[in-house]
């Protein structure tokens, strides 16, 4: 059984792009050795985000941390080394002596807060587009048309496009759906 009186969040820094490997094998350890009585949490702080891409919007999750997995644990006798030497690994977050810091119950709860709240508030987009960038009209009236970007409006997913309609520039106002890059 495992004592929660003495388990604190510590932060363990991973190869970025790597921490959903490091959180699969402590995890594993966690079920087939008896590092689950030392570790009771194992968090990667995720947010979703989506992007256009050939028209269509794809839905993803990337790290809000990138690089940085929370763990929660007790870290006695060679529990930080187990932890320290799982590939990927790159150590913890320590002082000047190696010795892991454990981070405030605050800080934890203000990571875990503002990755609820970006959950709640919807997905972010990435902005595939920016001014100067040619683009090409795939969706409606204006198909097949390409242009300029003149500007950007990610708050209503808008761009701005000059494009050349019958020997004349024309500005037109299109989704983020309506184009693709060429």
């Known amino acids: 059984m495992t004592e929660t009186t003495n388990m604190k969040w510590y ?17 594993a350890e966690i079920k087939n050795s008896d590092l689950g009585q030392y570790v009771a949490q194992v968090l990667i702080p995720t947010e979703k985000v989506f992007q256009i891409r050939n028209g269509k919007k794809i839905t993803k999750e990337r790290s809000y941390l990138p690089g ?48 609820d709240e970006l959950q709640e508030t919807g997905e972010e987009m990435l902005t595939p587009f920016y001014v100067g960038e040619n683009v090409k009209v795939i969706n409606g009236p204006f198909s097949g048309f390409s242009g300029l970007i003149e500007d950007v409006n990610n708050e209503k997913k808008k761009l701005k496009v000059m494009v050349l309609i019958f020997g004349r520039k024309t500005p037109l106002e299109l989704s983020f759906t309506q184009v693709e890059k060429e």
Do not use: M, W
């Open 11 to 27: 932060v363990v820094r991973a190869i970025s792009g790597k921490e959903n490997k490091v959180k699969e094998y402590i995890d």
């Open 68 to 115: 940085y997995v929370l763990v929660e644990a007790n870290l006695t006798g060679e529990i930080q080394h187990r932890l320290r030497n799982i590939p990927n690994v790159l150590g913890f977050l320590t002082e000047k002596d190696n010795s892991p810091i454990p981070i405030r119950q605050s800080e934890v709860n203000r990571i875990l807060g503002t990755v």
